[in-house]
């Protein structure tokens, strides 16, 4: 089959590599639709802990194949990956907290991903969908549940108000669910007006654009002592500094973009966090019991009756052999875009 391969630290390439068969327990995944994620973009610009791997996660497709002890009633079914493998086991597993597993894997970070025509997945691995959803919406599932894990472990409830950084494909899914939940106040900022402009198509109230006004005044206006929850999603540390002025007393952060880990945060951080009584927490993926979680039922349900909109936040779409070229442009920063499509199927 051809697969996309990381080969080393930016450099990718499109080629001709082994097609898996379904190992016992597995079933293989014919690849209709993947999408890039910004780890994928990461894992491409700053190296990887592992060379060669075929990348992506962010998939959907119809299983063409069943292992030994795997029921042939799968083959034909549409389904999207659940990238994550716990191992079930583990103390953190038995309480539900898969992402904190002892011993994880990951399709597309430590097992060979979807930018490829098959992919071989365990049978637990297989998120079975309904037919009538289009294979670029399954495939935008697994983004869409990281914003809705990260409202659940905000405890967010209808009626708050809520500060979104970043716009970028988990700004735009955190808006979404924000709406969908009942938000009363939706602020995002981002600086850039595109980002912006399909975040108000999405749902978001207000837009503040921090390179044309003053953010914290702004806010200070519309929220007056804080909102009741800040979503961080830019991974920028001046940006988690001044999450804190903006969120009221006893509010909460949840932090979800990744820190640059060469810097750090002046402990009047802390001071400014004890102060206010403000809970921080960390996301990391999006699970929960039962295996894959609620964040995952929540997403088909919001596909079906239409209220999460995934054809606004697709900006490009490429057959799978372009993916090479495509990642050379993110990367020398020529491809301005939300999310990018590929297609297996258009190679040929
Ligand atoms: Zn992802
Ligand atoms: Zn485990």
């Not at 994880?104 to 997945?121: P, Q, T």
Request: aromatic fraction near 6%; charged fraction near 20%.
């Amino acid at each position: 089959m051809k697969a996309v391969v990381l080969e080393d630290k930016g450099v990718i390439t499109y080629k001709e590599v082994p097609t898996p068969e379904p190992a016992a327990g597995h079933v293989r995944l014919k690849i209709k639709a993947v999408s890039i994620c910004g780890s994928d973009i990461k894992r491409y610009i700053s190296g990887h802990r592992m060379y060669p791997l075929i990348l992506g996660h962010e998939s959907a497709g119809i299983i063409d194949r069943v292992g030994e002890g795997v029921s042939k009633d799968y083959i034909g079914k549409h389904a999207a990956v659940i990238p994550l493998m716990p191992c079930f086991e583990c103390e953190q597993c038995q309480r539900g907290y898969y992402s904190a597993c002892h011993s994880y894997s990951f399709i597309g970070s430590r097992e060979a991903g979807c930018f490829a025509e098959y992919v071989d997945l365990p049978e637990r691995n297989i998120f079975i969908v309904p037919e009538n959803l289009s294979f670029e919406h399954v495939a935008m599932i697994e983004p869409s549940t990281v914003a809705r894990h990260m409202l659940a472990l905000g405890d967010f409830k209808s009626g708050q108000t809520a500060i979104v950084f970043g716009a970028g494909s988990i700004g735009l899914m955190i808006v979404q669910w924000l709406r969908i939940l009942g938000a009363k106040l939706i602020v995002v900022i981002d600086i850039s007006d595109d980002n912006l402009k399909i975040a108000s198509k999405l749902g978001a109230h207000v837009t503040l654009n921090p390179s044309q006004v003053d953010v914290e005044k702004e806010l200070k206006k519309l929220v007056g002592d804080g909102a009741d929850l800040t979503l961080e999603a830019t991974g920028v540390p001046q940006v988690l500094e001044q999450t804190l002025s903006i969120t009221r007393p006893r509010g909460r952060i949840v932090l979800a973009g990744n820190q640059p880990l060469d810097k750090s945060l002046p402990l009047t951080f802390i001071e400014n966090m004890m102060r206010r009584e403000i809970s921080i927490i960390g996301c990391f993926m999006s699970y929960s019991a039962p295996f894959p979680g609620h964040e995952w039922t929540e997403t088909i349900e919001a596909l079906l009756n239409g209220s999460l909109d995934i054809d606004t936040i697709i900006s490009h779409r490429y057959p799978l052999s372009k993916a090479p070229e495509v990642f050379e442009k993110i990367g020398a920063h020529q491809l301005t875009h939300q999310k990018i499509l590929l297609n297996p199927e258009e190679t040929k």
